[in-house]
């Protein structure tokens, strides 16, 4: 068992060190958001989130890493900082996180909600083309009645409410030449439209087998000339 959970966590870190890979235009201040799940319950998501800020430089990027809770039910999200580290451009930006250094933080985390590793879920990655996404609102579909559909109102409302949370969450440190200047007040209130948004992935999920399916989906949203944030989200049965 620790030894899937530290599987999918490695797994996790390499892609999100991956995508975070800073890119050559700056220097503006640029912050990405990125999800990877990492565990289910009967209740809540563990979601493994990275936050990267390069500092408004073209040579600097600061990364925060957190497990989010989220009640599968309301949305809400506990937030739990367990790295942070930063790093010169180079390939050190590729690395992976010392997991090592997490372990005893994955197993807390999934035990204490008792979740499975993502990788023991009944996993079922839904084709991109079945999912649509528009204006009015998310629609995913299998087929013989089961659908799944949320309204891009609340898609914003939500992605919004989750960028200021993880901003709060992660408390100030030095920007350099932005003294004083927290994260909050950089990514603030972020009005994200549907026409920059886009669904990277959606999979249905069953904590056991006996479980109803919830269905969850991976937005990614740009704003201005940031770095698109990427978040997970719970779709909720069509009625």
Request: with cysteine; hydrophobic share 45%; charged share 25%.
């Amino acid at each position: 068992m620790k030894g899937l959970l530290l599987a999918v966590f490695a797994r996790s870190l390499l892609v999100l060190s991956f995508l975070t890979a800073p890119a050559v235009a700056g220097p503006n201040n640029v912050i990405s958001f990125e999800d990877s799940l990492l565990g289910l319950s009967e209740t809540n998501l563990i979601i493994l989130r990275l936050v990267s800020d390069n500092l408004g430089t073209y040579d600097l990027q600061h990364q925060d890493l957190f497990f989010v809770t989220k009640d599968i039910a309301t949305g809400a999200e506990v937030f739990r900082h367990v790295g942070r580290r930063q790093k010169t451009r180079g390939s050190d930006f590729r690395s992976e996180w010392p997991s090592s250094l997490l372990t005893n933080d994955v197993l807390d985390v999934l035990e204490e909600y008792d979740a499975a590793a993502a990788a023991g879920a009944d996993l079922y990655i839904t084709p991109l083309d079945g999912a649509t996404f528009t204006e009015t609102d998310l629609t995913i579909t299998y087929g013989r009645g089961l659908d799944f559909r949320l309204d891009t109102e609340t898609i914003l409302a939500a992605m919004t409410a989750s960028i200021n949370a993880t901003a709060e969450n992660i408390g100030d440190y030095d920007r350099r030449g932005l003294v004083g200047v927290g994260l909050d007040e950089l990514v603030a209130d972020r009005a994200y439209s549907a026409d920059r948004c886009t669904v990277l992935e959606a999979i249905l999920v069953r904590h056991d087998p006996e479980s109803d399916p919830v269905q969850l989906a991976t937005i990614s949203c740009g704003y201005e000339d940031e770095e698109p944030a990427s978040i997970i989200m719970v779709i909720p049965k069509a009625p």
